[in-house]
């Protein structure tokens, strides 16, 4: 059967006849065969559901009872369908096929109807191939606005979370009239939150989603890196999405049988985007798309991606494929990186209902609503007749279809990667080294600290997302203990097929390989300039975490830290475009309980923050760290409680009149010597670190709320009785004071000083002094709002240089 994987390999210029003869010698078989409704069984997939099914025979599953299997599916398929169009168009529906009428109809027809027709084969051939071999796979979908035929495979076959269960419970008109009215309904609890459990795209609601699937391109990038050994996962991809992300013809070079499971991506190729025609699809469509397949190491099969059989058997036998080749490199007749399976469903978009094939077929197929256009409406109703199963026929499909019990195998619902849960990891002592303000870096310590962890939980898979920066960003230890994956290592090299370190000058793809690996231990480092090209792959991980968490669902992956190393203080000798801090400002917009954004001071508090966002599940946590060698600071006993409160006044009384924060390790070096100063002219201030800021920030919700520090600690750091404030930050001054607002003081008492657009071709210094936040810059600002004499503070020469009377560079570095 494995033979006949690839189509380019088979032999079809018999292939009618060969499916006429079966037909002709099997009257089940022929019965199966005539197709049912909209769905129609090519003589290719007749000729291969033939193979599949001598297989299972042989296997010890009954011929007869397979068949009703297939005939299953198709009703199933017809049915889902029906449902789909239904959730677009319609307020209500009808049980018995009796057509609507225009009233029935809603005013503002909304859906990915297209996409979310061709999505239902997939799906019920997914659950046929789990009903084949009796196991729950795992499943991704890229195409997550396809939510639709999703969600009503779900309810027809009971396959539903508690929420959808629920609100759906059956198949009654009443049942199935509030699912239809429910989509896109647009309206809002009292809270403020979407009323109806259905989303335009995947959601925390629907059985088995773990992603909402709104960021087109990144499971095609996940998929490889998402199962573990013996798991078997299915990911089903977009034709439009193939344009979005580079990386995904990657996967051949990560897949290793020793610790990946079995992966199935199957392509919809529909050929159209929202405006026009798919790239792919001009470049030269599916022969073309298959020989790039082909010439980036996967086995491609071209299979009809309107009949559910076609998906099943693609499926099954793509396994089959894979685990061959597994088995060949273990015999060592062949070497990594193995050939994936991969499977191209050619269909049109919104095939099986009026419009097909258009470019309505994307949202709205119809020509206008059907409850204004009497041709609308006659198309609607002539096309949902098509589709429509008695409910007799369909119970008895959907009794086909329940089998877990017997095959003793969970619902698809709780697929493995739906319900993986990691339990709390072994926590290593961070590697603590005396504060006598030697110079240690601190992505060193964040080394140490990470190579600690992976050893005290060898059982929890690592992954490193590395754009090509780790020995760059003092990653040393990590990568010569887990080193670069690679199909063919150099002698020599920190490379090894088993290796744990993704590699790829793509920030998408080597993030996507850690958010992927839900059942492990993970880590990202880049450039922070660089760093914000994974803000959409980690968005869309926070935006479901958080939802799952609001539905009373705690995710159950430890959380990951995306490291911004290489940052803009430390980066100015490579001009502008690698000086931002873009990333950690959008983060700070997201949720705080969910999207951490720490800025480590020194080295002691960067190893203990780190081992501290792995205590979380279900965070994204982006630590910004200098690799440069600063100054250490913080006691072991300051950096442990600084990771655990989110700050701490490091010199002076929090209570005094004056108050320097600092947030970021460079700008706290700045700060003490303004602080040092103050003191020298026995001005008292205090000198509080400000590391992570969300957790005094306005809580916008009970969870947020939650997260914050505690209003005790609030008041002791950040008094308001203080008359000044100044902040001096890693990022733009006013993205912190806006997320800041419980600490601004006013406009009179409150200022921040930071990163202003100002770069180029310069050393720490002079980006510092660019961007008025050097220690001098400071001073003046916090004697401004303070309302003193900057004079009594300063020389007269350092006054002279602010102004800009002598040269600025006349401000000597911290040090000189």
Known sequence: MTAHFSVAKMDVSHIADQALRLRANDVDFAAWAAGHGVIVHQDLTQVRIAQLLDKLVAEGQGRSVLLEKLKAADRLTNAAMWLVVHATYAKRVDINGEPLTAGDFKADPQGHTGGSLNMVPAYVGYMLANLFSGDTRSWLMEQGHCVSAIDSVNLLLGNQKTRHAAAYPDWSDESLSRFVKDFYSYELTNEGK????????LNV??????SEGGYLGFTALQYVHASEKNERLVAFLSDGAFEEQRGSDWAPLWWRAEDNGWVVPIMIANGRRIDQRTTLMMQGGIEWFAEHLEHQGFE?????????AAFA????VGEQWLEDEA???????RSYPARLPYLVAESSKGYGFAGAGTNRAHGTPLPANPAKDAESLRLFNEGAARLWQSPDDLKQAVASFAQHQAQNRPQEKDHPLAVRKVANPVMPEAPWIPADLRLHSPMTSVDVAFCALIKENPKLRARVGNPDEMSSNNMGLTLSKLKHRVASPEFSQDEALDGGVITALNEEAVVSAVLANRGGLNLAVSYEAF??????ALRQEIIFSRHQMEGGEQPGWRSVAIISSSHLWENGKNEQSHQDSTLAEALLGEMSDVARVIFPADANSAGAALLEVYQHTGQIANLVIPKRALPSYLTSEQATQLSKD?????????QAALQLVAVG????????????RLQEKGVEASLVYLQEPGRFRMPRDSYEAAWQASDELRNHLFPSSVQARVFLTHTRPEVLLGHLRPLDLGVDKTAALGYINRGGTLDVHGLLLANSCSWAHLLAKLAEVAKLDLNQWLTKDEVAALTGERPLTELLPIGR
């Open 194 to 201: 979407p009323a109806s459990p259905l989303g335009s795209h």
């Open 313 to 316: 058997w693609g499926i099954l």
């Open 646 to 654: 989110g700050a701490i006044c490091v010199e002076g009384n929090p």
């Open 300 to 308: 491609p099969s071209v299979i009809d991606g309107q009949d559910p």
């Open 531 to 536: 760093s914000v090209k994974m803000l959409g």
């Open 665 to 676: 390790a460079y700008q706290l070096q700045q700060a003490l010597k303004a602080w040092q």
């Open 327 to 333: 088995a060949a490199i273990q015999r060592g007749d």
């Open 205 to 210: 609601n629907t059985a088995g989603a773990v």
